[in-house]
């Protein structure tokens, strides 16, 4: 005897599916429903290709789910299997996102440092060679003052008097104020371009 798939209800499919595997059972109900599931669906997640996604997932599940049902209502279980996936939907969307911009920020702060570490790096090899241009008395004179040592100091450990290390270092601050004003001057328009 043949069954009339199209005249039974939607618990008798059911049955047929989860006592029997019954494909042809499974066909109706997808053929039933999966239009109306697909526009509930579609009106929440407001795109075609997710719709169809959650769609294919939800009778999937209904069918790898067959020999355990114990659903009242075909109709209502799948309306509510639609809820729950629609709402896993959005939590892992939501998560993505998360995901997606901590990536972007991290990125970014380390392409800013990368660029503020290029930048200094810059600005000190500029800075030796400008030390380098120094007259060699300058030189020390300004290395010593920067390593902390006061003037006095610089004056004793070099036997010259104080006078004479503040007029390096004067020298030694406006020889650099003029090399690295270009250079600073360079690296303020590149920087506008980051």
Known sequence: MEIK???LTDEELLDLL??????????????RYSTRIFD????RVKDRYIAQEIVQEL?????????????????????????????????????RTARQKNWEAERSQQE???????LVQDLRVRYREGLNLLPDKCQRVFA?????????????????????????????LRFLKVYLKEHLAYLMILSTFF
């Open 5 to 7: 798939y199209a005249s």
């Open 144 to 172: 010593l003052s920067r390593d902390g040592l006061s003037n006095r100091e610089v004056a004793d450990q070099l036997n010259i008097s104080e006078k004479t290390v503040e007029q390096h270092i004067t020298k030694a």
């Open 59 to 95: 009778f999937f599940g209904l069918w790898k789910k067959r020999r355990r049902l114990s659903v009242l209502t075909c109709r209502g279980y799948l309306f509510s299997a639609s809820k729950n996936l629609i709402i896993s939907h959005y939590r892992k969307e939501i998560a």
């Open 40 to 43: 509930y669906i579609h009106a």
């Open 18 to 31: 989860r006592d029997n595997d019954d494909r042809k059972a499974f066909e109706i109900v997808y053929v």
């Open 112 to 118: 800013e440092h990368t660029y503020q570490e290029t």
